[in-house]
């Protein structure tokens, strides 16, 4: 078997990326800028990236997540009933899948009313919005998750493009890449 040294000296390692590329951090605030860096480590510096503060983008991207799954889960829920509801009608006689229009318009689909023609408003999937979702106004889990999905999208874009400008506050961690696997083991001693 070959060692941790062995392999870290190959020539396939040496080629890595993660080989050449040293994590910085609790980096002071006036040498969180690339300028500074590059004039610290000199020209054995290929890339540096400076890491910005990311932590209410991720809060907001993950409520985000959460809101498309629970979408999910009650659209889905919606179609179940819905088909529940047709299957159950054809088997009784009563209205069939020739009755109404051929199938549902855009408008229709879009809105969940396509569904209406099996199932009561009432039946549709709901949730409470407050505190562990057993204190709360009760709402339409659809139609609330889409209005929220409409606010917190246009919110996660305008911080993204602020992080992509740069313009958002830097953490105090930075990844540089160096051009050698000797000048990032040298800098990291």
């Not at 549902?104 to 569904?115: C, L, N, Q, R």
Request: aromatic fraction near 6%; charged fraction near 30%; glycine fraction near 6%.
């Amino acid at each position: 078997t070959r060692r941790s040294s062995d392999l870290q000296l190959s020539p396939l390692y040496a080629r890595r990326i993660s080989s050449r590329t040293v994590l910085f951090t609790s980096v002071p605030k006036e040498y969180v800028n690339e300028a500074k860096l590059r004039e610290l480590f000199g020209n054995k510096v290929k890339n540096i990236w400076l890491m910005s503060n990311t932590k209410t983008l991720s809060e907001k991207v993950e409520q985000r997540d959460k809101i498309g799954m629970k979408l999910e889960a009650g659209e889905t829920k919606l179609i179940k009933l819905s088909n529940e509801a047709r299957m159950k009608s054809i088997k009784e006689g009563g209205r069939n899948v020739e009755e109404g229009p051929a199938g549902p318009t855009d408008a229709e689909a879009e809105s969940g009313s396509a569904a209406s023609r099996w199932i009561q408003p009432k039946q549709r999937p709901t949730h409470r919005i407050g505190k562990f979702g057993l204190i709360g106004k009760k709402v339409d889990t659809i139609n609330w998750c889409r209005s929220e999905l409409q606010r917190l999208i246009p919110e996660i874009d305008a911080e993204q493009a602020t992080h992509k400008a740069g313009e958002a506050t830097m953490a105090a961690a930075v990844f540089i890449e160096f051009y050698t696997q000797a000048d990032a083991q040298a800098t990291f001693q």
